[in-house]
Every structure is written in C-alpha cells, then in structure tokens.
C-alpha cells in the first residue's frame, strides 16, 4: 500500500476556523481539507439543509420539461417512465412515477431486459409505447446518447424526456429536452447528480408549479439517497443534501419496499455504506439475475405483506447473484494466470458463458488481487458486453475514448463504464486498452493509496473529538470517512489474531511513554503480526469507529496498515 498523506492547509485558515468552531485543529484541518474554510460555510456543512438546494429551472430545458409533462397531463396522454434496470435506473422510475401517479393514474413503467436489449433506451420499448398509444417517453439515467433511438421515436410520433447524468457524445438526442448537469451548455451549479438526482430536481419543478414546497417531497428522498449510495457519486454539495435527508427517511419512515427488505436484514440503523452494501445489492440483484421490474415493483408497493413477498424473491436473487459472483471471480484469477498476464498493465478477461448480470461485480472484484484497470466481457447476443472497472485517478472513460475504433457502443464515468464490440475485434481491443493504459497509467497509480486526512497523537482521540468527527456523515467519494496516521506505537502484549482462520488482527495499542491504550482490529491483517511481535516501534494508518461489545460502546481504530518504523 502507498500511504500519501494530503497536504497541509493553510495554517491561518485552520486556526481562525478552529477557534470560531472551538473545535481541535485536527478537525478544522478535516474541514480545510474539504474545502470548508469559514464559519458560515462549517454551518451548512454540519447543519444540511433542504432550503439549500439549487433551483432546479437552473438547469437547461428544465422548463421545456415541465411544459412539456403539465401539457400532456391536461391532454390525457399516456405517459412512459423509462429507466435502466441498475439501482439508480429502478429508483428513478420508482420516484418519477410515484410522483406522478399521485397527479393522475395511467402512467406506465419500462425497464429494459439487461439481456435482450441490454443498457438504455431500446427499439423494443419504444415499439411497446407504441403498442400501448404511449406520446411521451420520459427515460431517467440513460438516454444521453440515443440518437438513433430518439430519431426512431420521433418518425413514430412519440416524444422523448431525457433525464441523464452521463457524459454527453458530441451530438445531443433531439428530444423535447434534455436534462443532464454534465452537458457542456447546462448552467447548472452542481456537476454531480446521479440518475435519481436528476429525476428528483424534475419533480422538484413539477410540485413548485403545483403550489408544493421542498417539504412535500421528503418521502422520495430514500430512492434519492439509495441511488447516490449504488452509484458512488461525490457526496458533496446537493448530494450531500440529498443523501443526508435520505438516510432520515430510511431510518425513521421508508416507504414501504425498503421497509420490507431493512425486515429481511433485521438491522436498527442504516449508514450510506450500510445502504451501499446492503440495501443497494438487493435492488441491483432484481436487474441482474432476474428482471429490473421487480425492484420497481418492491420499490413503488404500498401493501407490506405484497412487499414482504417480493423482498423475499429479491433476497433469493441476491443470494443467486452471491454464488455466481464467487465462481466467475474464481475463473477469471484462473484466466489470468493460465494466460500469464499477472504484469499487464491492464486486465481483460472474457468467457461467453459467463453472467452478464454480474460481470461489473467481478470487475471490481478483480482489481482487489490484480490494481488495474480492468474489463470483464461476456457473450451478448452476438456481440460481447463488458463492464469496465477503473483505479483510484484513471479515467477509463477517456481511454475506452482512445480505443472506439474497435468499439460498437460505450457509455460510462471515469471509474466505471460499459461497452460493446464484435467478437471479431476482441483481441485487436484487448492489445490497444493494454497499450492505452501502459502510456497513461503513471507508475504511483498502479498501488493502491491511502489517501491519509492528518497525522494526530492517539491523546487528541476523546468522545468530542469522535462526537464531532460523525457530524461529518454521511461519508462517501468526496467527504470520505477521515484516516488517520499515528507513529511511535507499539502493542501491550496482548495483540493476537483472531478470527476462525486468524486472518484478522487485534491489537492494544499505546503511543511512546503514555501507557494508556487503545483498542485496534484491522480485518485481513493477520499477516502484519510479525510487525507486532518485533515489539519495535511501527506506524498506523487508521480510520475511528464504535465498538458495541456487552452493552458497552467505547471508540477502537479501525486498521488500514501498519508499518515498522526504523530503529
């Protein structure tokens, strides 16, 4: 592991804001680090609110939108809400079309199937609008770059609403409006919604039209919130806003669907990363294994024992989903060692029959044995489909950009993306992506980092200082949980590993002649015991956690990485 510890801010900055806080250093560092240098702005910081957000008419062809959907509601027309069948795809539809059914009933939902007509706007749902006397099309989180598809639409006189957060092509859909933040001629302050961001700022115009305020539309914000979770977006500005009302609602008053699966897993209090790798999976696990329908419809429920039923369903597909997981991963690791490809820049990997449901999952699986930048294909129709997963300050984005000769269709952020090609022009990709990435990956990106807030002392760790260190929730990509490095330490004695093959480490930790300890677990660190046995001195990099044990909760480090320091 690289240990990069972040550089120091400006100490006038942190000290006039420690004071006006009359907080540690440490913690204004924490704020200075992410861009928070004044009281006011430590204020909206600690203290989120719904006032805060952006007026969504900021936002290009916002008001076309809203025209557009206010005339069809007053024509009686059939309205289509179109969405893909990820997490942030299913819980688009289910806000956008909650809400508007609450305005007039014949609304209508359509998730693409992932295996025939795979990501997007598709042929096949356009052609079932039209089958069903369907005039508008609203696709949330896809849709960006369906030209074709909306040209299609429009000989059939069907009208399109897109509402994306993906990077724009170079050529815009000719649709009635196009809502996506990212587009280089939108305005909008914030760069970073996610799908679901995006459809909630659509209904946030609609019910400022229909005399509502911000307050009536808090129910939808556990769609929101779950959707920033699944897709990793910064959680920062009106992200950070969304995410932070979302969680209330998921622990105080979740619709009826995500109440029924938070019963399956029987916990009290739900986290983002609880969200992330609990609630988020399920969702993902109806689109993978099975079909994105059924989160729609656990999703937009309102009788609980029909919820339970389907929540039920989706726990089976997400256990289904565990297994299939497990045995690709496991036959990909054998792939890349029986094709000696272990000091590849770059990893690519494809068997035909593998799941296409799960091959991002197994993507971000590999990169944990082999850091790199790394796609994972499968048969598809009679193309391939791969999911790409990328490493910390990679755009794979960009380098999918560099290898569209060979490429049929893409579409993704820096860190994540999907694409297509013909199996004929697999290999000639395989060659170019490792070329490719061998010119642009520099070297200090091929380890991993920990990325360290601040060096403290273990003395500055008290119940304030973590008090005040969770006030900083929800974390996530921008605002992550803080690290910490500590040096001169060394163990009681008592440090073991533990856990039924011992791969983990516990340890009772004190710093240079202060005899007071501190507990620390690091999971998957058996191996560092060595350095504990040494009894010398070693380092710590560490983020800081509760530990519930008999009723009692105390404050333990939560290892990252140890190191022994010199003699």
């Known amino acids: 592991m690289r240990w990069t510890l972040k550089p120091e801010t400006n100490p006038q900055i942190t000290s006039k804001l420690a004071q006006e806080l009359g907080v540690e250093n440490t913690l204004a560092k924490l704020l200075a680090n992410r861009g928070i240098e004044t009281y006011e702005e430590a204020k909206a910081f600690f203290r989120p609110s719904l006032n805060d957000l952006h007026n969504p008419f900021l936002m290009k062809d916002m008001d076309t939108a809203v025209a557009r959907i206010e005339s069809a509601i007053i024509e009686g027309e059939n309205i289509l ?22 305005i007039r009933p014949n609304i209508a939902t359509y998730i693409p199937d992932r295996y025939d007509e795979g990501y997007g706007i598709s042929f096949k749902g356009i052609d079932y609008a039209e089958d069903n006397g369907i005039s508008l099309i609203i696709a949330l989180d896809c849709g960006i770059k369906a030209i074709d598809k909306v040209a ?33 001629d939108c305005d909008y302050p914030y760069k970073e919604l996610c799908g679901c961001g995006v459809g909630f700022k659509l209904i946030q115009a609609l019910a400022s039209k229909r005399g509502q305020t911000i307050d009536d539309l808090v129910e939808y914000l556990d769609l929101v919130a779950t959707a920033i979770a699944a897709d990793i977006v910064p959680i920062t500005g009106e992200n950070r806003i969304l995410a932070y009302f979302g969680l209330q ?43 994105g329908n059924a989160a729609v419809e656990l999703l937009t429920e309102m009788d609980f024992d029909t919820a339970v039923k389907f929540a039920s369903e989706i726990e089976k597909n997400n256990t289904d989903r565990k297994e299939l997981d497990k045995i690709i991963t496991y036959e990909a690791l054998h792939q890349i060692e029986e094709n000696n490809e ?35 294909f499968t048969k598809s129709g009679d193309k391939l489909a791969a999911s790409a997963r990328s490493v910390k300050g990679f755009d794979v984005y960009e380098a999918l950009e560099q290898c569209s000769e060979f490429i049929e269709q893409f579409g993704g952020h820096k860190y994540a993306a999907g694409l297509t090609l013909k199996e004929e022009n697999y290999q000639k990709f395989k060659l170019k992506f490792e070329e490719v990435v061998k010119n642009t990956l520099p070297s200090a990106l091929r380890t991993p980092e920990i990325s360290i807030d601040a060096e403290i002392c273990l003395t500055e760790i008290s119940s ?5 260190m969770k006030q900083f929730e929800p974390f996530g ?20 590993k533990v856990g039924a093959d011992e791969t983990h480490l516990k340890l009772n930790i004190f710093e240079g002649t202060n005899q007071t300890t501190y507990n620390a677990i690091g999971f998957s660190m058996g191996d560092k015991y060595e350095i504990v046995q040494k009894k010398n001195a070693f380092k710590a990099v560490f983020c800081l956690d509760e530990n519930n044990w008999n009723g009692n909760t105390s404050i333990q480090l939560l290892l990252k990485d140890i190191e022994e320091e010199a003699p």
């Open 342 to 376: 272990q000091q590849n820049f770059s990893t690519v990997v494809y068997s035909e029959n593998w799941h296409k449901g799960v091959i991002g999952i197994v993507a971000s699986r590999l990169i944990e044995t082999h850091y790199k930048p790394t796609l994972v």
């Open 152 to 184: 299609y639409a429009n000989q059939k006189g069907i009208d399109f609403i897109i509402c994306d957060h993906h990077r724009p092509g170079k050529e815009i859909p000719d649709a009635v409006a196009v809502l996506d933040p990212k587009r280089s």
């Open 81 to 102: 809400v179109y969405g893909d069948y990820d997490v942030d795809g299913t819980t688009s539809v289910s806000l956008l079309s909650s809400y508007l059914k609450t």
């Open 464 to 468: 304030k200082f973590y008090r005040i």
């Open 477 to 496: 990509p921008g605002n992550m949980k803080p690290v910490f490095m500590s040096t001169g330490l060394r163990d009681n004695g008592y440090g073991k």
């Open 249 to 291: 609602v998921i622990n105080q008053n979740p619709r009826t669907g995500i109440k029924a699966m938070i019963q399956q897993v029987k916990k009290e209090e739900f986290t983002i990363t609880d969200v992330v790798f609990i609630i988020a999976p399920r969702i993902n696990a109806a689109g993978r294994i099975k079909h």
